[in-house]
């Protein structure tokens, strides 16, 4: 398999973890874009890049926890069962699942510059890296004001996270496509050099 497609699976992971849209019937909650979906894809993407970087193997225990948990929120929820969790837990949960979760993404940004590093091909990697701090920052501070009641300001901060979310998510999409045309360009250097030690092997 191509590891075009390893980058193609952490694309569609972070979309899936990212983007939330639900539909909400009484107590019951369906996710139509289940996040636990978004952690079984970017840990096959983690999974075929490990040997690429360190940095994607640090991440493929905590997806796989952040897979399970997300997963078993997606039942609550289906069941009416979601909003029956105790306050204070619920933000405990909430917070360690947002400190996982970025450290998951901080560690494939990461690895994205090792590659972009070692193969001396560019990946856009310093402008995505750049696009996760804005995302984390704005993250932190929406959700500190929505917590502190601040009314306009937390609606400000969540529309302003919202575009953070969209750039890094196009961003990416962006450094995959480069991706694959290193991959591209790898193949065809290979190629290129197995037909002439060929040549030589058979004059």
């Given at each position: 398999?191509?590891k075009?497609?390893a980058?193609?699976?952490l694309f569609?992971g972070?979309f899936f973890?990212y983007?939330?849209?639900?539909?909400?019937?009484?107590?019951?909650r369906i996710d139509?874009?289940?996040?636990f979906v978004g952690y079984?894809?970017?840990?096959?993407g983690?999974?075929?890049?490990?040997?690429e970087?360190?940095?994607?193997?640090?991440?493929?225990?905590?997806s796989i926890?952040?897979?399970v948990?997300?997963?078993?929120?997606?039942?609550?929820d289906?069941?009416?069962?979601?909003?029956?969790?105790?306050?204070l837990?619920s933000?405990?949960?909430?917070?360690i699942?947002?400190v996982?979760?970025?450290?998951?993404s901080?560690?494939?940004v990461?690895?994205v510059i090792e590659?972009?590093t070692?193969?001396s091909?560019?990946l856009?990697?310093?402008?995505l890296k750049?696009?996760?701090?804005v995302l984390?920052?704005?993250?932190?501070?929406?959700?500190a004001?929505?917590y502190?009641?601040?009314?306009?300001?937390a609606?400000?901060g969540m529309?302003?996270?919202?575009v953070?979310?969209i750039?890094?998510?196009c961003?990416?999409?962006?450094?995959k496509?480069?991706?694959?045309?290193?991959k591209e360009?790898?193949?065809?250097?290979?190629?290129?050099?197995?037909?002439?030690?060929?040549?030589?092997?058979?004059?």
């Amino acid at each position: 398999m191509m590891k075009g497609a390893a980058m193609k699976k952490l694309f569609w992971g972070f979309f899936f973890i990212y983007i939330d849209f639900h539909l909400d019937i009484n107590a019951i909650r369906i996710d139509l874009i289940p996040t636990f979906v978004g952690y079984l894809l970017l840990l096959g993407g983690i999974s075929e890049l490990m040997e690429e970087s360190p940095h994607f193997e640090k991440v493929r225990t905590p997806s796989i926890v952040m897979a399970v948990y997300t997963g078993i929120l997606y039942v609550l929820d289906l069941f009416g069962l979601g909003l029956s969790m105790p306050y204070l837990i619920s933000i405990l949960l909430s917070i360690i699942s947002c400190v996982l979760s970025y450290y998951i993404s901080y560690h494939v940004v990461e690895g994205v510059i090792e590659i972009e590093t070692r193969s001396s091909y560019p990946l856009d990697a310093a402008r995505l890296k750049t696009a996760w701090i804005v995302l984390v920052v704005t993250h932190a501070i929406s959700c500190a004001a929505a917590y502190a009641d601040l009314g306009v300001i937390a609606l400000l901060g969540m529309i302003v996270f919202f575009v953070c979310m969209i750039c890094f998510l196009c961003f990416f999409g962006h450094t995959k496509n480069l991706y694959y045309r290193m991959k591209e360009a790898q193949a065809a250097a290979q190629a290129a050099s197995d037909a002439d030690a060929s040549h030589f092997d058979h004059p």
